[in-house]
Each structure stands twice: as C-alpha cells, then as structure tokens.
C-alpha cells in the first residue's frame, strides 16, 4: 500500500515509514509562539523544571496579535517575551514585522518536508508548502520548547481534486469555503486534507495559503499541497530530489476522494454565524455593509491587495463604508508601497493599517457593533469574533470585499 | 497504569462535546475541584456525584468534540475516571487528555455491548474484559505511557528533569 502525502512527511522526519492511526514521536523543525500565548507557555516551562530551551534557533516568536496593543495589559506579553528571548538566547523574535502564518513561511523559517508546531489554530497555513503543520496547546508547547519532539497520531486522509480553469471572479477562497460548506465544521475533523488537481497547480503559492489556512476550519488536522517549482522559488531552495519525493503515491489509501470542476465555482460568501454556512454572492447582493476588512494571515497578501486594487482603480468607496486594509507582513506592506497598490487603495478611501491580528480576533482598530454588516476576508465569523456578538460577519474573497466596498452593498466581483 | 484494573461503567453517547463535559460558565472556577459537580450537567445532572474514583466511561464516536478547553479532560480527570474508552476522540480532546494524565482507549465494539454499570477488567494496552467476552485494544507508545503513568505532560517533564 502506498502512502499518502502526510505519511510520508511524517515517514521521513521519525525515519521509518508510518500509516494513518499509527502514533509516532516527530523530531520539530519548527515552534511558533505567538504574542497570546507566551506568558502561558513560559509558565508551563518552568513549572516543567527544564533549564534551557532544547534548539534556540528553531524557536519563533511573534508579536502580532497583540500589536499595537490596545489593552493597557497586552504589552506584559511582549515584554514577557523579551525577557524569555533573553534569557534561552532566542534570536528569532519578530516584533513588528506582520503576522506569525505569513512569516512563518515567508522569513524563510518553514520549508517542503517540515513538521511545526504553532500555539495557534491556524499554524495549519504551512501546508502551502507542502510542510506538516498543527495548531497545539501551550502545555505542549513548554514540553517543546524543553525537548523537541511531540507525539502525533499519524491522520487519515482526505484528497479534494479539483480540475479546470476558474471563472474570472473566483478565487481560491471561494474554492475552500464551498469545501468547508461541503465537508461541514467538523467533516475533516482530525484528518489530513490534501489539495490537487490542476487548478491548483496552475494556483500561485498565497492563493494556496489561504486553503491551508482555512483547513482547520472543517475540523482538518491539516491542509497540505505537493510542493512544486513555484513552492520552491517562494521558500528560496532548489527543486531537489528530496522535494520531489514529497508526493503521494498513486496506490495511497484515502479515507475519502471529492471531485470539484473549477467551472462549477461561483463567488460564494459564509454568512452569519457559521463558517459553513455558504452561499453564493449572487443571492445575497444587496446587502447593506458599514465596514469591509482586507487583510488577516488568510487574504492579506500582495495579490489580494493588487486584486483589490484592480477594482478600486480611479473608484471611491461608498462614503458609508469603512475599508480596512492590513497588509499580512511588512514585506507585502513595502512591496505593495513600491507597485503603488497602497496609493491605489488609498486614493480609494481605504484605511491602510499596520500589519498584524487585530481586527480579525476582535483587539484591533476598526471593531463593530450590535446589527452592523462586515464583509470579511479572514477565516471565522463566529459570534462576538470582531467586535459584539450582534455583529453581522460575512466572509468573502478580496474581489467580493472590494466590489463591496465601492457598492456599499454586498455585490459579485 | 501497565496493571489490570476493574471499573464499573457509565455510557454516555455519540458526540459528547466538551460543552457537555463541563459548560462555559464553569471555565473560569479557580480550581478543577470547584469544577467537579457540573461535569456532564448539561445531559446529565446526577452523573458527577455517582461517579466515584475508578469508575470508567464508556462513549461512542467523537467524544470531546468541540472547544479546545483543557479544563474538559482535567475535570474527567479529577472526578477519579479510570478510563474513557469510545469508538473515536475528537483530536484536540485527545491531546489535552493524555497531557492531563487521563487514559483514552479506542474501541469500536465495546460501546454497543455493554451496559451502564457493568464491571470490566482493564489491562492497558491488552485487553478489556466484560461480561465474559474480551476486547482487544491497542497499546499506546511507551513515551505516552510515561506521560499518563507521571500523570499528565507537566509532571512528566518534571519527571524527565529530575524534578519529582
């Protein structure tokens, strides 16, 4: 029996080949500890009783949630942080260069073939790059951050081809909402999704960031993609042997196949409350929004700002609307300075933001309240999620946000 | 924990969420003792008082679905459960109970051929016996052996470091 992709990451990080169900101890590549969380797993530390931190240079912390912080207690966090930096001789410590799922990848941290940890749900966005990735807990980080290793059940697996050319307005977040809708919150729950076909083959690496960031959302363990030539370039190595070993063999055993014609796709939107909650934009143009918000580790990235900018270009948003921009990383911040997608947005109406979580997890500038409408592009729209639990959250692709954002009504791309 | 143990069993079904286990409203108790009583409230009420150390749980599929809350397995933990033994474990509950020194046991069969209160012979990674029938079941790796036997995922470190 051949194996499929997650075994095989798997297989060759413990060194001998692994099956779905079996539990192993991985070696970790890398750990992530966003802002939240350090205080937390600082404390399950010591309290563990190690004295040093078992490869300094394979940890990352990351300030983003918490940045600016808003809170007169957020800033504990960081100095929290700093101190442990110190202390453990902890080098990679980003303070203020964006969010933790963009850099990540995009600092040059996680590669094709890693396993990482993250004390974050959607530590599930590595899997762009053909890397096992986990949200965990911050106990299980302190064993981590003491030892290096961590016991994972090897997952079964859920394969979702998806062929053909996608329509103009369809992006991949349509495609993994309509997933999400499909499988239900729960209906990847513990298991490994692997994406293919060749509609994501033909997808450049941040569209396919946004469908392993989303993974988690259908409960999924992971969400991973074979790595390529263009996963290669973003992650600055060579198209070695070793990275084309890092695919599923033809005779590997899926808990369940699902066929999608990228044809088929329409924008679609997750209406209140619920992340599977999916329709398509089409049946619910018209409604009224005050704010819409692009941005968070899901669709902060230079095309999705471009994407945005395409539309906004020479148009004004709706003198009732607030556009919220946040750029995921300082990288894409500069990038999209220089190309003048910033001034586009900006000539638009657009409020452009510093890189980070804020308003994504209800901390930062632009919260809402009771029976106001926000079209989102980040990854949850659970009640009370950015702002009161009246809040009205809809989330949508980079293209629905803008051409929402110029209607003031929610309107197809 | 390698040694039989005989329990008396509660069933509960498909699907026990960890807002079951233990409600919201009871998170942030100072401690996991002030917890015990409102275990299982939502479905059942009377179940946290009946339980007594020992005993273990016997479930169907997806047990600890839901919320990533670790106050879920450590109040299973603290009422003195045994065991849960269910058809499948939602993932982060999984985690969360072996890290809290709680043993998990999967079994597809058991759920449907035993009844509340019958008695069962555990040995861990062998067998479970009910009702003169035996159920094989999976041994966990030595390394999560080491983590429930120390009692939770602290105190093994502790242990490891030569601390207890």
């Given at each position: 029996m051949g194996q499929t992709l997650i075994e095989k990451i798997i297989s060759k990080n413990v060194g001998h080949p692994v099956k779905a169900g079996d539990i192993v101890t991985v070696n970790v590549d890398y750990c992530m500890i966003d802002d939240i969380m350090v205080p937390f797993a600082v404390q399950k530390f010591e309290e563990m009783g190690f004295?040093?931190?078992?490869?300094?240079?394979?940890v990352v912390l990351i300030y983003d949630h918490f940045l600016p912080a808003?809170?007169?207690?957020?800033s504990r966090h960081f100095r929290v942080g700093d101190e442990f930096a110190r202390k453990y001789d902890?080098?990679?410590?980003?303070?203020?260069?964006?969010i933790c799922h963009q850099l990540m990848t995009e600092a040059g941290y996680v590669k094709p073939g890693h396993i990482a940890f993250g004390?974050?749900?959607?530590?599930?966005?590595?899997?762009?790059?053909?890397a096992f990735s986990t949200g965990i807990g911050y106990t299980e980080m302190a064993g981590i951050l003491g030892t290096g290793q961590l016991w994972v059940k090897v997952p079964e697996t859920i394969k979702i081809e998806i062929d053909g050319t996608l329509p103009g307005n369809v992006t991949s977040k349509d495609i993994i909402l309509k997933i999400i809708g499909d499988l239900?919150?729960?209906?990847?729950?513990?298991q490994s999704i692997e994406f293919t076909g060749s509609t994501v083959e033909a997808m450049s690496v941040a569209s396919r960031m946004t469908m392993s960031n989303m993974a988690v959302e259908a409960g999924a363990k992971c969400g991973l993609f074979v790595p390529d030539d263009k996963t290669c370039d973003y992650c600055k190595i060579d198209y070695s042997d070793e990275v084309k070993e890092l695919v599923p063999d033809n005779d590997a055993s899926y808990s369940r196949i699902i066929r999608l014609r990228a044809e088929d796709m329409v924008p679609v939107m997750a209406c209140?409350?619920?992340?599977?909650?999916i329709h398509p934009v089409s049946e619910l143009?018209?409604?009224?929004?005050d704010q819409v918000f692009l941005g968070s580790c899901t669709n902060g990235r230079l095309e999705d700002l471009r994407t945005a900018a395409t539309i906004l270009k020479g148009k004004k948003v709706a003198p009732f609307v607030k556009l919220i921009v946040t750029p995921a990383s300082r990288k894409i911040y500069r990038e999209a300075l220089a190309d003048g997608t910033l001034e586009i947005l900006s000539d638009a109406g657009a409020i452009i933001t510093t890189p980070g979580c804020g308003l994504c997890c209800g901390r930062g500038g632009g919260i809402l309240s009771d029976d106001e409408v926000v079209v989102a592009t980040n990854n949850r729209n659970f009640l009370?999620?950015?702002?009161?639990?009246?809040v009205q959250i809809y989330l949508a692709s980079p293209a629905t946000a803008a051409a929402t954002a110029v209607a003031g009504v929610i309107t197809e791309a | 924990m390698s040694d039989s143990f005989t329990a008396k069993i509660w069933v509960l079904g498909d699907d026990i969420d960890t807002d079951i286990i233990l409600?919201?409203?009871?998170?942030?108790?100072?401690?996991v003792q002030d917890m015990k009583p409102y275990a299982f409230s939502p479905l059942r009420p009377e179940l946290a008082e009946k339980i007594k150390p020992g005993d273990m749980i016997v479930a169907g599929k997806n047990?600890?679905?839901?919320?990533?809350?670790?106050?879920a397995p450590e109040v299973v933990k603290a009422l003195g459960v045994s065991c849960v033994v269910a058809k499948s474990y939602a993932r982060i509950f999984f985690r969360n109970a072996i890290n809290n020194g709680l043993l998990l046991i999967e079994n597809q069969d058991l759920y449907d051929e035993v009844k509340e209160g019958d008695v069962a012979t555990v040995t861990p990674g062998k067998s479970i016996e009910v009702n003169g029938k035996t159920y094989e079941i999976a041994s966990l790796p030595d390394n999560l052996m080491d983590i429930l036997n120390a009692g939770g995922l602290v105190q093994a470190m502790r242990k490891k470091n030569g601390l207890d």
């Open positions: 004295d040093k931190v078992w490869d300094p240079d394979k808003t809170q007169v207690d957020d902890i080098k990679n410590v980003h303070r203020t260069d964006g004390t974050d749900s959607h530590t599930v966005t590595y899997g762009c790059v053909g239900t919150a729960s209906g990847a729950t513990y209140p409350s619920l992340v599977d909650n143009a018209g409604i009224k929004v009370g999620r950015m702002g009161t639990s009246k | 409600p919201t409203e009871y998170l942030a108790m100072k401690t047990f600890g679905c839901g919320s990533s809350r670790e106050q």
